[in-house]
């Protein structure tokens, strides 16, 4: 079965903290995103990757930054952490248009 | 105006009943649609994808697409408790092969036995 994995299914960190979110793909697609979900907002696209060392801003990259040193790889980094990074983080993954793979999600609260 | 607008319920329903979850679109320029469900402290999960126009069937799941009307629905036939959970369209126009999805806010379903 196809999988994207979610390092953490729970964080909690303190404001200021560099955190880092991990996804790994077994599934050799060259696209993978990171969304986070927020009630009333749903998901909001921060970065997303086409190719190894690629990289896009999505449309809330403010505070994000991304690594994708293998393909199967993608890290989500929140360089300084704050109480309104508080958030469900989804990592995807997809090959072509057949629509993405999810993660669990990775439940972050900054306190 | 949001690309994509989908009613957040929630929208409770009796089992067996037939459900009709619903999104409006702006961009006439979509070619691909999809719907997700997604259980409470889950990721979504694929249920349903369609290009273009038109019907697709899966089991109790049916999808359409109106192109004319920027409208598209996810149908759910003898609904049960586990169809219970929040439903999200996404939908996207190619661009440069990366698929990146628009979605909507997602429909919260709660099905009662």
């Known amino acids: 079965d196809v999988k994207v994995t979610q390092s953490s299914r729970y964080l909690v960190k303190r404001t200021g903290e560099k955190v880092f979110l991990e996804c790994v793909q077994d599934?050799?697609?060259?696209?993978m995103f990171w969304y986070r979900q927020d009630p009333g907002l749903g998901l909001r696209l921060i970065y997303f990757?086409?190719?190894?060392?690629?990289?896009e801003k999505g449309d809330i990259p403010e505070g994000y930054s991304v690594s994708r040193e293998k393909k199967e790889r993608f890290s989500l980094i929140l360089e300084s952490a704050s109480t309104n990074q508080t958030s469900m983080y989804l990592c995807?993954?997809?090959?072509?248009?057949?629509?993405?793979?999810f993660g669990s999600g990775t439940r972050l609260t900054v306190v | 105006q949001k690309e994509v607008e989908q009613d957040p319920g929630p929208l409770s329903v009796p089992e067996g009943a037939i459900v009709s979850l619903n999104c409006t679109y702006s961009n006439s320029a979509f070619q691909y649609f999809m719907w997700y469900r997604q259980y409470s402290r889950k990721g979504p999960e694929l249920l349903m994808y369609t290009y273009s126009s038109g019907n697709k069937e899966d089991g109790r799941f049916t999808a359409q697409v109106d192109k004319s009307s920027k409208y598209i629905s996810l149908f759910i036939r003898d609904s049960q408790p586990s169809d219970s959970a929040t439903y999200l369209c996404?939908?996207?126009?190619?661009?440069?092969?990366?698929?990146?999805?628009?979605f909507g806010t997602g429909t919260r379903l709660k099905v009662l036995a």
């Open positions: 599934m050799d697609h060259e696209n």
């Open positions: 990757s086409y190719d190894v060392k690629m990289k």
């Open positions: 996404a939908m996207s126009r190619p661009s440069s092969g990366t698929y990146k999805y628009i």
């Open positions: 995807a993954s997809s090959r072509t248009e057949n629509g993405y793979t």
